[in-house]
């Protein structure tokens, strides 16, 4: 079974520019996940969508960060204009979706963004 | 609003040894729980997931207890080894938010 597909692995900016991430969830898996994890921290959400539906963005800096998921299976993420504090691993994770007995998460290798 | 810790922040042990990283969370109405085994540079590989009509869990070297009433799941570690090295962390699901909240991880390091 393949697993999540991440691209890019590594990606530098310069602070005011834009840059984009992509995933590709588990076969089946109607649940996809964006986390932000900063260097010695645990991750953090930023977005989960069911299907193609957003379910929760509560931690989703709006002003700066987008995230779409058409058709309901790749997504991808945004940040324009990028800041200094973007700095961190986005980790894109999938599961099946919420009320079935095992929702086991499964994350991709995520994407290095460092901003300068 | 889930809080989860995780105690110690880092672990340095000898090779051979057994042990026991910890993770508490604050709201006991939790789904499920999920550890995770992270590597430097590296995205989370999942390591064992517990239900919360479940009291632990079992792979290998690896056992993972979960007690709800009292917020509390331990990872236990028997006979570690040097490529155990990694960063640890729990993650736990609510009943009404469908996402993880992560702890902030363990970081172990096993001495050969």
């Known amino acids: 079974e393949a697993g999540v597909a991440q691209s890019p692995r590594y990606k530098i900016i310069e602070k005011r520019q834009s840059v984009a991430f992509w995933c590709n969830p588990i076969s089946g898996h109607a649940t996809l996940y964006w986390y932000q994890q900063i260097l010695g921290q645990g991750p953090k959400l930023l977005i989960q969508?069911?299907?193609?539906?957003?379910?929760?963005d509560s931690q989703l800096p709006k002003d700066r960060f987008s995230a779409e998921r058409l058709k309901g299976v790749d997504s991808t993420l945004k940040i324009q204009p990028a800041k200094l504090e973007d700095s961190a691993v986005y980790l894109c994770?999938?599961?099946?979706?919420?009320?079935?007995?095992?929702?086991?998460?499964?994350f991709g290798q995520g994407t290095r963004l460092t901003v300068v | 609003k889930q809080e989860v810790t995780q105690i110690p922040a880092a672990l340095s042990v000898p090779e051979g040894e057994n042990l026991v990283l910890n993770c508490s969370f604050t709201d006991s109405a939790i789904y499920n729980l999920q550890w995770f085994r992270q590597d430097p540079g590296k995205g989370l590989t999942s390591l064992l997931l517990i239900q919360s009509s479940q009291r632990e869990q079992t792979s290998g070297r690896l056992n993972a207890s979960l007690d709800k009433s009292s917020g509390r799941s331990t990872l236990y570690i028997a006979a570690s080894q040097p490529g155990d090295s990694a960063t640890y962390l729990c993650?736990?699901?609510?009943?009404?938010?469908?996402?993880?909240?992560f702890g902030p991880g363990t970081r172990l390091s096993v001495l050969p």
């Open positions: 993650a736990v699901r609510s009943n009404y938010g469908q996402n993880f909240v």
């Open positions: 994770a999938s599961s099946l979706e919420f009320g079935r007995v095992n929702t086991e998460a499964f």
């Open positions: 969508f069911q299907n193609n539906g957003v379910v929760d």
